[in-house]
C-alpha cells in the first residue's frame, strides 16, 4: 500500500507542478505515515518532482522538544525531507516545546499560516493533505470527546490530555483540514478495521468523519483496514 500511496503521491505533486506552482502539502504522524514517507524517497520517480517548490505543513505534532524522535517533523526529516532538496523556507514544522507552551506555540503556527495566505484570502488553501486514523478514530490530534472538535474560529490548537502519547500535542482544526483540495486519509492494519468501517459510513461522532477535500476525499488502505467496510 505504501508503495501504491507513494506513487499516487508522486503523480499528484508532478500534474501540482505542471501549472508552474508550488504544491502545498500537509503531513501527518504515525507508523503509516513514515513507511509512506520512505517510500517516496525511496522511488525512482522521486526526481520528477522539483523538491523546491513544494510546500510542506503539518497537521499535527507532539509537543516535544525540537529534534525529538517522538515528533512528526524529525521523522518526516528522517524519512524523506532530509534525502530530497527541499527548499528549507518552504517547510514548515509546527513549533517545539520550547518553554513557550503549547497555546502559545499553536498561536504562532496560526500566524504562519495566515502569513502564507494567497491574496484575499486569511488562510492558505492546500493541494494535499493527508491523515492517518487511529483506532479510535482520531485524526491529526482530533481526539473523539476532545473540546478541539468544535473548535470552529482558530486554525490551530494545543491538545492536552491526548490519549495517544505525548498527552500534549498541537493540532490543526477540521476547518482548516478542510482546506484542502484532496484529503488522503492513509490507513493500514486489522485495528483501523472498525475506525475506517464507522468514518465511511458517516458515523457523525468520529473524527474521522469530519474531513473532506474541497475537490476529493480519498481512502487509502490496505484490505485489513477495509474488512469492515460495508457495502455502500
Ligand atoms: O501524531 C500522530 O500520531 C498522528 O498524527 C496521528 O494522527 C496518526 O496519524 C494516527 O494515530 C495513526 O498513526 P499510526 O499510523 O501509527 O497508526
Redesign the pocket.
Known sequence: MAHAVAARFITKLVDVQSSGGVAQVVL??????AVVYRAVAESPARSAIDWRRVEFWW????FLPDGDPER?ETQARDALLSRVDVDPDRVHPMPADSGQGPEAAAEAYAATLAAAAGSGDDLPTFDVLM????PDG????LFPEHEGLQVEDRPAIAVHGAP?PPPT?ISLTFPMLNRAHEVWFVV??ED?AKAVGLALSGAADLPASAPKGLDRTLWLVDEAAAQEINHI
Open positions: 501527518t504522524g504515525g507508523r503509516v505515515a497537521g499535527d505534532e507532539r512528526n491523515l492517518g486514523v487511529g482520531h485524526v491529526a490530534s495517544k500535542r493500514s492494519g483501523k
